[in-house]
């Protein structure tokens, strides 16, 4: 055959491999090609996605030719194909979902004809039973021969490949037990149930990856490149960082980047979860996928469309999903002992009653074949993984990045969430709040201190300058700028010295009683930064400063606080501005802590329960490990992407509400799935016992509660915010 695989050398291993497998429907699908292509020489590395179906691995072709392994996954009955198929992006090699979109319908699938065929065979047996009574016996023969065949071949070939305890194994031996002790109908509806179910699983599976697979649609297919005094259409992929790309109103935004010209709005809710469409003009970062409202932009692209924020999102996600929260890998460890206990059982079903107490074989061959059925561990191995899978794809969608099952689990068992509180409850931005003119009008005591600090790239100075710039106020020709470590900065205006610093260096330069004590210590009360202007040494007026809260910031502590999540910040800020800005939003607080301050405060409340921290994801690394979780505030950025157990993308406070609240959901939905799981097995095992349940009630049981957990589990994709849960 030709061979298309992509591939990159590996010196020494053989050759890295990429495949698209096909007909996956749940995690024990995965550990069965896994074990399968692990027994083959000269495989190492081996990794299967389920959920973007994604096999890699490394292959000595020495010892094993690919077509082997090819061969190896067609015979356990899956799909298989080269990944180059799918559209793969540059430098890390990531599959996104663009095949996975065009799957095929359900009944153009393998399992879609099989299940066809099956039920056609079960329907003319039945309809031959009718007309002929004679051969009612046999009528339903063909129907469970053709299961029993296309099951039992691939029971064989699982069980040749290291995995005996299959599915398939258990329900080919019932089928096969059902026929010799002349239960024919009842072997060609177990047959006929089993394929729907299979192929219900894989409908709802396929179901599950919608959410991932709607975010790669949000991103267009072609983009109007700027060239010249002309745009023309391109494809996205060939867009290149520094080239120019037209946005107009109502397109999606092709491409991250940066705008080069042009003020508009744009809904960037589907990346960022921001409800609010989000202004941007001159300089503003925009998203891929984001669509614009009003004015037409010019952007200058940033990122490569293999690597643009939605491209990197579904491979986080993708690694996410297929990362085994601890919930899961309990489950997988007990499955692995309870099916060989549940054949155990099934034997001695058959032996003890017609041995030891002359029990009569075709009643308790039955009912141990029965057993088998019920004992299937399908929907308790996908309890877990199914409502990991659909409440991170859930939070994906809402801007809420959680990179793993364990940190999915963790987040909702938190009892405090430490904040850092610059860029993270506040803005990270200083604005000016107050402006008093001591001498003079305030608009020229304005214009004076930006004059002098124009240039500068202090936040304070960034600040006063924005605030001259929005009150239309003009900067006046100035020389001698200089500044004066830990004082001030100063510059010759007008003939005049001009200073602009703190209120100690105003009462050095000026005298006691120069500036108004009082005024300060009411502004400093409030949290805010005071700083004095100067003209000649005197003082001529004060400008209030403050890193204001972020709006939502007080909306998400009263929403955690109604959720029992005991709140604290954590600043190196000084203590009356840490406590200002506490009041302000109702939480307590810790203030003027350094890096291992804050780790030795992080340790103490993991003393206490299970601990969040919430930071900028830069200078809060440090404690962003040290806690049970790291949630990085980001707004897309290459550290709230890579840094932390999870990442807020829409820097709205409030996510952190509707993280905890997701993660209990998630919590809960897994609870319920566990709980059909084995409560369905329970039942349906004292009805057999007591002769209740017939064969097709067995295998029933097995694959509704599969189809039950899978259904359940998908509910988590229909939230759409936080709604209160209690506290687990």
Request: proline share 5%.
């Amino acid at each position: 055959m030709q061979d298309k695989t992509l591939e990159a050398a590996v010196p020494g291993t053989g050759q890295a491999l990429r495949y698209k497998v096909a007909g996956m429907d749940c995690p024990s699908c995965v550990g069965k090609i896994e074990t399968a292509l692990r027994r083959l020489p000269g495989t190492s590395g081996v990794g299967l996605n389920h959920h973007s179906q994604i096999l890699r691995l490394t292959l000595d072709e020495a010892a094993t030719p690919r077509a082997a392994v090819e061969a190896t996954i067609r015979g356990l009955g899956f799909g298989v194909e080269p990944a180059d198929t799918l559209h793969v992006t540059e430098g890390n090699g990531v599959a996104t979902d663009a095949a996975i979109a065009t799957e095929p319908r359900w009944w153009q699938t393998g399992r879609g004809r099989i299940t066809i065929l099956i039920a056609l065979l079960v329907g003319g047996g039945s309809l031959l039973s009718w007309l002929a009574p004679g051969v009612a016996d046999y009528a339903p023969m063909p129907a469970a021969l053709f299961g029993l065949a296309v099951f039992g071949r691939r029971a064989v070939r699982l069980a040749r490949s290291g995995s005996p305890f299959s599915i398939e194994m258990l329900m080919s031996v019932a089928t096969l037990g059902a026929l010799v002790i002349g239960e024919a109908e009842e072997a060609a509806v177990v047959v006929l149930l089993f394929a729907i179910g299979e192929l219900l699983e894989g409908v709802a599976a396929g179901t599950a990856r919608s959410g991932i697979r709607a975010l790669s649609a949000l991103v267009p297919r072609t983009a109007l490149l700027i060239e010249g005094e002309s745009a023309r259409a391109v494809p996205v992929e060939r867009l290149e960082v520094g080239q120019l790309v037209l946005v107009r109103p109502g397109d999606r935004v092709s491409a991250d980047g940066v705008v080069e010209e042009g003020e508009s709005d744009i809904d960037e809710s589907p990346v960022t979860g921001e409800s609010v469409p989000v202004a941007k003009s001159v300089g503003s970062p925009v998203f891929a996928g984001g669509i614009n409202a009003t004015g037409v932009l010019r952007v200058r692209v940033t990122r490569k469309a293999s690597d643009n924020t939605i491209a990197r999102i579904v491979q986080l996600v993708e690694e996410a999903q297929a990362a085994k929260s601890p919930t899961a890998r309990w489950i997988e460890r007990f499955s692995a002992r309870y099916t060989p206990a549940v054949i155990a059982v099934s034997v001695l079903t058959v032996l003890v009653p017609p041995l030891a107490f002359g029990g009569d074989w075709h009643t308790w061959v039955y009912r141990g074949l029965a057993l088998l059925l019920i004992g299937c561990p399908c929907a308790l191995v996908l309890s877990t993984p199914a409502a990991i899978a659909s409440g991170i794809a859930a939070g994906a969608r809402r801007g809420l990045l959680i990179k793993g099952g364990a940190a999915l689990e963790a987040i909702g068992k938190v009892r405090t969430i430490a904040f850092d509180k610059t860029g993270t409850l506040t803005l990270g931005q200083p604005r000016v709040t107050d402006i008093v003119a001591l001498d003079g009008s305030e608009r020229t005591l304005l214009g004076l201190a930006a004059t002098v600090e124009n240039g500068s790239a202090h936040p304070l100075a960034r600040a006063i300058l924005e605030r001259a710039a929005a009150d239309g106020v003009p900067l006046r020709p100035a020389r001698d700028r200089k500044a004066v470590p830990g004082r001030a900065v100063q510059a010759v205006v007008g003939g005049r010295l001009i200073e602009v610093g703190s209120p100690r260096h105003a009462v050095v330069r000026a005298g006691a009683g120069s500036v108004p004590a009082d005024t300060v210590a009411a502004f400093e009360e409030e949290g805010k930064t005071v700083a004095v202007v100067l003209a000649d040494g005197r003082p001529v007026g004060l400008l209030a400063l403050r890193d204001e809260p972020r709006p939502d910031a007080a909306r998400g502590i009263a929403a955690l606080r109604g959720l029992g999540v005991r709140s604290v910040m954590l600043t190196g800020d000084n203590r009356r501005t840490g406590q200002a800005v506490a009041r302000t939003l109702g939480l307590e607080v810790e203030a003027e802590l350094l890096p291992e301050d804050k780790l030795r405060a992080i340790a103490g409340l993991r003393g206490q329960g299970t601990v969040a921290m919430i930071g900028d994801g830069i200078n809060d690394g440090p404690a962003l490990a040290a806690a049970d979780v790291g949630i990085a505030m980001g707004g897309g950025t290459d550290v709230a992407l890579e840094t932390a157990d999870a990442a807020l993308l829409g820097n709205r406070v409030e996510g952190v509400a509707d993280l905890v609240t997701l993660s209990r959901a998630t919590l809960a939905n897994i609870h319920q799935n566990v709980a059909f799981a084995l409560g369905l097995k329970a039942i349906f095992l004292v009805t057999t016992l007591f002769g209740i349940t017939d064969l097709w009630l067995a295998i029933l049981a097995d694959t509704g509660a599969t189809i039950l957990v899978t259904l359940n589990a998908l509910r988590l994709l229909r939230r759409t915010g936080a709604s209160p849960a209690p506290a687990l």
